[in-house]
């Protein structure tokens, strides 16, 4: 409304603000939200908000020339949902810059890339913060080496999450199905799987003559979203990470004792550190400062031979039950063509109609967990299966424009940041 040069598109169902040459049916490739672009392709499409950056000095575009990012944002009231760009923009700059000749036809619709001709065309928006290394000792004219405890196929990082929007085509309304509540606060994994023993003489020359020694044993392994926290054997006073605390071993120590060998959990740690700060800016949980609790969404059991099996949503709450600890709220579980009785004629009709709902049905909320007023980050929808777990996630508009200003601002998101480790020391 009341823009004449103005018009929305859609894109996997996100809201695209895009100029008035712009036609139906023109393949264009779209860049998602909180992506940073190549410096090179904005100043080769005018596209920075620096003039003397781009290509023609007279052009100033709207791309912060330092972050690059695409933002979610309103224009004339309107959600923007991504930024896209004709193909022609991408095949002329393979060429005029790159030196290379790209072609980008109907057969590539759909197709997911970041690099063109090994050029990084864009990337997630990090924000790179120092942290301390926990494995970094002070060694005079010598490398510590640490002894590792990890064995082969036992411990598993987080599952990363695709977006819904993206991925409707995989859910069939004969689906097993669980809606649960999306949480704003930091991963965590805690597992009791196989790890190496701690070496010693004794064992290493039992060995040479011939004695079989058993060398692993089950015990804790516990992690953040990227980090394995006690991979080494270290001296246990070395510490460190985001919050110059391990938030993550006081989460690991209550849960390691309920856990039975082959058992690994995976949850969300929201509200305050110890020491009062924010585990996600505004997002208290209902915490009082200094407190935080956690969620379980996933629990699996790991073989020792390394096959990993998937609890279902029902297990999993009756874990939780059983523990006397709190699964992320469910909204829904069940098959998918009961949620809403959706009647259509075709697949297509019913995947978009299907996921319309969910948008109406539960995002734009406020979170009901918090004190304070503050947006619920949306949904995560699970296909029960028993050996891949698949999940995929549905994020408020609102909740992706509040990230973008707390961005904006330097407020750093743990899920967002990367750490910089200081020294990375050698591995035994």
């Known amino acids: 409304e009341n823009a004449d040069r103005l018009q929305i598109a859609s894109c996997y169902s996100n809201n695209v603000i895009t100029g008035m040459n712009t036609k139906k049916g023109d393949l264009m490739v779209y860049f998602p939200l909180e992506s940073t672009i190549s410096t090179e392709f904005l100043s080769y499409t005018n596209s920075l908000d620096n003039a003397e950056m781009n290509h023609d000095k007279t052009v100033k575009g709207f791309f912060s020339y330092k972050q690059r990012r695409v933002k979610a944002l309103k224009l004339r009231g309107e959600k923007s949902e991504g930024y896209i760009v004709p193909v022609s923009q991408l095949e002329a700059f393979s060429k005029d810059v790159l030196g290379k000749k790209a072609v980008f036809d109907e057969s590539h619709v759909g197709q997911d890339f970041d690099e063109i001709n090994g050029h990084m065309l864009c990337q997630k928006y990090v924000i790179f913060v120092n942290t301390p290394n926990p494995n970094k000792k002070k060694t005079k004219g010598s490398l510590k080496k640490y002894e ?9 990082l987080h599952y990363d999450t695709e977006q819904l929007k993206r991925n409707m085509f995989k859910i069939s309304p004969t689906d097993l199905i669980s809606i649960t509540d999306k949480l704003h606060g930091t991963s965590f994994v805690v597992s009791n799987v196989l790890i190496k023993k701690k070496s010693n003489i004794f064992n290493k020359i039992a060995k040479l003559i011939g004695f079989d020694i058993k060398d ?3 015990g804790m392994l516990y992690s953040s979203r990227c980090v394995i926290k006690n991979q080494n054997y270290l001296d246990p006073k070395d510490n460190g990470g985001f919050y110059k605390e391990d938030l993550w071993k006081l989460v690991a120590d209550r849960l390691y004792p309920l856990m039975k060998e082959g058992i690994s959990v995976y949850g969300e740690i ?7 700060g924010w585990i996600q800016r505004d997002f208290d949980y209902g915490m009082n400062q200094g407190n935080y609790d956690f969620y ?28 006397d600890v ?21 697949q ?4 978009d109609m299907f996921l319309q709902m969910a948008i109406n049905t539960y995002l734009e909320k406020d979170c009901t967990i918090c004190k304070n007023k503050v947006p619920s980050e949306g949904v995560v929808l699970r296909k029960d299966n028993v050996h891949d777990y698949e999940a995929f996630k549905l994020k408020s508009f609102r909740f992706l424009e509040k990230e973008s200003k707390d961005l904006d601002t330097g407020v750093v998101d743990i899920e967002s940041a990367q750490a910089i480790v200081e020294d990375t020391e050698e591995t035994l």
């Open 326 to 346: 709190k699964m992320v709220p469910e909204f829904y579980y069940g098959y998918a063509k009961d949620l809403w009785n959706i009647r259509v004629d075709g």
């Open 216 to 218: 692993t044993e089950y």
């Open 296 to 323: 379980i969404y996933r629990v699996t059991y790991t073989s020792a031979t390394g096959d990993v099996y998937e609890f279902s949503h029902n297990q999993v709450k009756e874990w939780c039950k059983k523990h």
């Open 270 to 276: 929201v509200g305050y550190t110890p020491s009062g």
């Open 348 to 351: 297509d009709d019913w995947h």
């Open 148 to 156: 590792s405890k990890l064995v082969d196929n036992q411990f598993r």
